[in-house]
């Protein structure tokens, strides 16, 4: 089972401060995902990666996928209070159909 | 219509009742899903169903039982369950073919 590991667990800065969590496997992943979830809601998609060294810009947010399609970021630049929120990273295995989730990265931006 | 639809929003329930969540979408998503979540742990993933037809059951006890009546709805019915069963319960669907997972609300689970 291929398993993903992010960090950090969890981040708590000021307001327009930048941060980075990170997204790594031992396997290649054909995509990725990154979900942001609010206390009490579902997951919501943000970005999807798919091609190696591919970097997509949402607004603030910039997702990166590595070359070798092991690992992910996500930073984020001048971060707000909106932003607050549980960070996902996410695979979906092809042949099984599971959608697997790394630990998450809880964010906390402080006014 | 982008939209997993879950009810009830909240629910709390004794360890002796039977209750069920329900999961809707108009998508024509062929793959749905049932996730497990604790507060600030990611989801577990619970039950995949692919085409209504039970696909994974990720070793879930079977006080949790899974339904899927027709391909826009997922029904899970619970019984007996215990207090540490208490957690979000989401539902999410997935276009066959697609990677990209669309997640309802939940369902906030209390079990007292």
């Known amino acids: 089972t291929q398993l993903l590991e992010q960090s950090p667990q969890f981040l708590s800065i000021q307001e327009g401060e930048n941060l980075t969590v990170y997204c790594n496997s031992s396997?290649?992943?054909?995509?990725l995902q990154w979900y942001r979830q609010e206390p009490g809601e579902g997951p919501v998609l943000l970005v999807t990666?798919?091609?190696?060294?591919e970097v997509k810009k949402l607004k603030r947010l910039t997702f990166q996928f590595g070359d070798a399609r092991k690992d992910s970021s996500l930073h984020i630049t001048a971060a707000q209070p909106g932003d607050t929120g549980l960070y996902l990273c996410?695979?979906?295995?092809?042949?099984?159909?599971?959608?697997?989730f790394g630990q998450g990265t809880t964010l906390q931006v402080k006014p | 219509d982008t939209e997993v639809t879950q009810t009830p929003k909240h629910l709390v329930m004794g360890m002796t009742n039977k209750k069920s969540l329900k999961c809707e979408q108009h998508?024509?998503?062929?793959?749905m899903y049932w996730y497990k979540q604790k507060a600030k742990k990611p989801p577990e993933l619970m039950f995949v169903?692919?085409?209504?037809?039970?696909?994974i059951n990720e070793s879930v006890p079977s006080r949790f039982s899974p339904e899927c009546p027709n391909s826009s709805l997922l029904n899970l019915h619970l019984h007996a369950l215990q207090p540490e069963d208490s957690a979000l319960y989401l539902c999410?669907?997935?276009?066959?073919?697609?990677?990209?997972?669309?997640f309802g609300q939940g369902t906030r689970l209390t079990v007292v």
């Open positions: 999410a669907s997935r276009l066959q073919g697609g990677t990209e997972a669309f």
């Open positions: 396997s290649v992943f054909s995509s």
């Open positions: 990666v798919v091609t190696g060294g």
């Open positions: 996410a695979l979906l295995s092809g042949n099984t159909g599971k959608l697997i």
């Open positions: 998508m024509g998503h062929r793959a």
């Open positions: 169903y692919s085409y209504e037809k039970l696909s």
